[in-house]
């Protein structure tokens, strides 16, 4: 199984909202990672974490908050967007961060749509 | 600020012709992979390279890895329209923490 299920598949939420973007794998990797995707243009990271622990934030605004829940599980926390911040978002799980050439393992992605 | 660079951005070609993705970076690196991505969906990988001179293939897909010319190549050969999508480079750097993709090469096979 080699599956990062992502959920909701799309969303659409007000500029007030708070609402959460959720990850999951089984895969028994202790690395994930948020990515940003604008149409037409290449993903851009977020967020990693390293066995739970973020390791990486790469100058994310604070209206996103990610979560790293267990091992198995990754949240992005949404509050207070903005319209731009309408992109498709992406998560993605490796067996761990620098080891090899260990293959990165994307979800399907969360369409979101801020109104 | 590490660049990932490919070229063509975009490509139109015809059933049956070769052709060669160009991915250019602007640090060291020995480790870089290929995705592929369908419109409206998620990335798909196809190859992990792990050092210079490596060479990996799959069906009509080869990559290859050049880390002193910090080059990497996508070669297709004998073109079907299976593989029209977009495709991206992505190299791993940051205390092999962060995977930057490049600009993407948005493929077109024309049956």
């Known amino acids: 199984d080699t599956e990062v299920t992502q959920t909701p598949k799309h969303l659409v939420m007000g500029m007030t909202n708070k609402k959460s973007l959720k990850c999951e794998q089984h895969m028994g990797h202790r690395a994930m990672y948020w990515y940003k995707q604008k149409a037409k243009k290449p993903p851009e990271l977020m967020f990693v974490?390293?066995?739970?622990?973020?390791?990486i934030n790469e100058s994310v605004p604070s209206r996103f908050s990610p979560e790293c829940p267990n091992s198995s599980l990754l949240n992005l926390h949404l509050h207070a967007l903005q319209p731009e911040d309408s992109a498709l978002y992406l998560c993605?799980?490796?067996?761990?961060?620098?080891?090899?050439?260990?293959?990165?393992?994307f979800g399907e992605g969360s369409w979101l749509t801020v109104v | 600020e590490l660049k990932v660079e490919q070229n063509p951005l975009f490509l139109s070609m015809q059933e049956g012709k070769n052709y060669t993705i160009y991915c250019n970076y602007s640090?060291?690196?020995?480790?870089l992979y290929w995705y592929r991505q369908d419109p409206g969906k998620s990335l798909e990988s196809l190859f992990v390279?792990?050092?210079?001179?490596a060479v990996k293939q799959e069906g009509r897909l080869m990559a290859s890895l050049d880390t002193k010319a910090r080059l990497s190549t996508l070669h297709i050969t004998a073109a079907v329209h299976d593989l029209s999508a977009t495709y991206f480079c992505?190299?791993?750097?940051?205390?092999?923490?962060?995977?930057?993709f490049g600009t993407g090469t948005k493929l077109q096979v024309i049956p």
């Open positions: 390279l792990l050092s210079n001179g």
């Open positions: 974490y390293s066995y739970e622990k973020l390791s």
């Open positions: 993605a799980s490796s067996q761990d961060v620098g080891l090899g050439g260990n293959t990165i393992y």
């Open positions: 640090t060291t690196s020995d480790r």
């Open positions: 992505a190299l791993l750097s940051g205390g092999y923490q962060k995977v930057t």
